[in-house]
T-cell receptor, first 114, second 113 residues
């Protein structure tokens, strides 16, 4: 079955450590996204990529980094510069380009900073 | 710039009652509008979308929404709530032709027996 796989599902980190969240898709979608979800805040866009080797900052990119070396993979690194990293992180993909905007989501990764 | 306002962070209904979740948007260009549903500790799933075709849009699980340009609204309805409808619902907007969405803050739907 085609879909988006995020790992790990749960992750604990000590303050000052970087952590990388994995996102893989086999939908052959061009565009991929990372959103952060906090209770009562909805989803906020961190980074997105519409094509391999290219990505753009979203609304809350500070303290995060991404790479897009392969079409199917879009890992997110939460760096020690992110002041409040505890959150639920969602990866999504879409066909990309000029499209209807329909996103397909993974099941999320919950990061807790101890 | 576009934005979405969802009225009510929580909505409670009885099983069998009408479900109405409110969404108002602002967009400088004709919008595409979406409703997504999220069950606990899961990703979001598309319920329905409006992309400038029919103003009344039917989605999965018996949900529908009506685009009203004059009111800048896209409210989600379902005639009869089921226990399985209990989840968080998100309205989202995208300027037509672009791929990034702006989400509302979500409305938690609670269904009581």
């Amino acid at each position: 079955d085609g879909g988006i796989t995020q790992s790990p599902k749960y992750l604990f980190r000590k303050e000052g450590q970087n952590v990388t969240l994995s996102c893989e898709q086999n939908l052959n979608h061009d565009a991929m996204y990372w959103y952060r979800q906090d209770p009562g805040q909805g989803l906020r866009l961190i980074y997105y990529s519409q094509i391999v080797n290219d990505f753009q900052k979203g609304d809350i990119a500070e303290g995060y980094s991404v790479s897009r070396e392969k079409k199917e993979s879009f890992p997110l690194t939460v760096t020690s510069a992110q002041k409040n990293p505890t959150a639920f992180y969602l990866c999504a993909s879409s066909i990309g380009g000029v499209n209807t905007g329909e996103l397909f989501f993974g099941e999320g990764s919950r990061l807790t900073v101890l | 710039a576009q934005s979405v306002t969802q009225l009510g962070s929580h909505v409670s209904v009885s099983e069998g009652a009408l479900v109405l979740l409110r969404c108002n948007y602002s967009s400088s260009v004709p919008p595409y509008l979406f409703w997504y549903v999220q069950y606990p500790n899961q990703g979001l799933q598309l319920l329905l979308k409006y992309t400038s075709a029919a103003t009344l849009v039917k989605g999965i699980n018996g949900f529908e929404a009506e685009f009203k340009k004059s009111e800048t609204s896209f409210h989600l309805t379902k005639p009869s709530a089921h226990m399985s409808d209990a989840a968080e619902y998100f309205c989202a907007v995208s300027p037509s032709g672009y791929s990034t969405l702006t989400f509302g803050k979500g409305t938690m739907l609670l269904v009581s027996p």
